[in-house]
């Protein structure tokens, strides 16, 4: 029999009230995370990824956000029933959250090392010296040097990338079985991406810790998580094993994406972006949301909403149509035509008004 899985969340629907009207930030999303696995979310900013894992913790500011339906299942737990005094056992102990800018997340006016022996006190039942040893052990764990004097540092002594393995280290305080890594390498450079995303690694492996990692780039998760979902305008529009996805992407959103990253393996392709801009999540409109930005479109899809349909074996996409490899080449080769004519075109402009001149 296999095993539950660790955190499952059903059709889990998220709504904030503004004065233009209620906005639907995710909209029937369902996912599950194994024990010991790492899963990636990714998607453009506002497709809903952060709204999700906030709901996890039930960190939604009420007003003017609200859980407007479905179950958030925490080994076999539903946590949108508990009461915030149960909320606040878990947090921080049994699920740890990573946030995207530790600045704003560190409280300035207190040192880290107060920071980081508060959760192991209060969870653990620590005395302030065990905590504090604890802590200086964890710095250590994530590569800070002189782990003994920098927690008598602030956070703004410490530089982006210190701050972010701080946070890291205040998420594994207390042994946590799923961790949520929101865009935990935003605004880092390429190298201390590298080192966090290496660290995570180690410490997964190490620890067994389930991870939830957030990220708009779908080249970050490559080598990092054994499945993604991809969101889109507050949905799930793919799900996939990680080698399934990036090698048979079987949703354009997911195809325009892989198409918009450079490749790795020497093989020349031209990096095409993705048109338009996500749709406004204050309409209410029975079509597919992707449709306007979509190479593929297709008249049926201006009438009927897709759902998630099961593509290859544990592979679903949120598409009316079957896009095979061959449909993809065909137009990447009709994007290229197109653009050498337009650059042909203009050459040719620019060489008759020289001309004339």
């Known amino acids: ?19 233009d009207g209620v906005v639907n930030a995710v909209n029937n999303v369902s996912f599950s995370v194994n024990r010991g696995e790492t899963l990636g979310i990714v998607g453009e900013s506002g497709s809903g990824k952060s709204v999700t894992s906030l709901s996890i913790m039930r960190l939604i500011p009420s007003p003017p956000g609200k859980i407007a339906g479905g179950q ?22 049994r699920i740890s959250m990573i946030f995207q800018d530790p600045m704003t997340s560190l409280n300035p006016v207190l040192r880290i ?4 022996t508060e959760s192991l006190q209060l969870h653990m039942g620590m005395t302030a010296k065990q905590a504090r040893n604890r802590a200086i052990d964890l710095l250590s764990m994530v590569g800070i040097p002189a782990p003994d004097k920098r ?6 002594q410490f530089s982006g990338g210190m701050r972010q393995r701080v946070m890291i280290a205040m ?13 935990p390498t935003t605004a880092l450079d390429v190298t201390i991406q590298a080192q966090i995303l290496e660290l995570l690694n180690r410490l997964k492996n190490e620890t067994g810790t389930a991870i939830i990692f957030i990220t708009h780039d779908l080249g970050v998760v490559a080598g990092m998580t054994d499945r993604v979902i991809v969101m889109y305008a507050g949905r799930v529009v793919e799900q996939a094993s990680t080698n399934e996805l990036f ?11 892989l198409d918009s990253i450079p490749r790795l393996d020497g093989i020349q392709t031209r990096l095409t972006p993705i048109p338009g801009l996500p749709p406004d999540l204050l309409e209410k409109t029975e079509r597919c949301p992707f449709a306007p930005r979509c190479d593929f479109v297709q008249e049926q899809c201006w009438s009927e909403t897709p759902s998630l349909r099961q593509v290859a074996p544990e592979h679903t996409a949120a598409c009316l149509f079957e896009i095979d490899r061959e449909q993809r080449q065909a137009m990447a ?10 650059l042909d075109a203009a050459l040719e402009d620019v060489l008759a008004h020289e001309q004339a001149s």
């Open 333 to 342: 080769a009709k994007k290229i035509a197109e653009e050498q004519a337009a």
């Open 151 to 156: 927690l008598d540092d602030f956070p703004h």
């Open 1 to 19: 029999m296999a095993e539950a899985p660790l955190l499952e969340v059903k059709n889990l629907q998220v709504q904030f009230k503004t004065a």
């Open 171 to 183: 998420g594994l305080a207390c042994n946590p079985e799923l961790l949520i890594a929101d865009e």
């Open 247 to 257: 090698h048979n992407p079987r949703m354009p959103y997911t195809i325009g994406l």
């Open 113 to 116: 090392g107060r920071q980081m």
């Open 72 to 93: 958030i299942l925490f080994d076999g737990d539903n946590l949108i029933d508990f009461s915030e005094s149960e909320m606040r056992k878990i947090r921080g102990n």
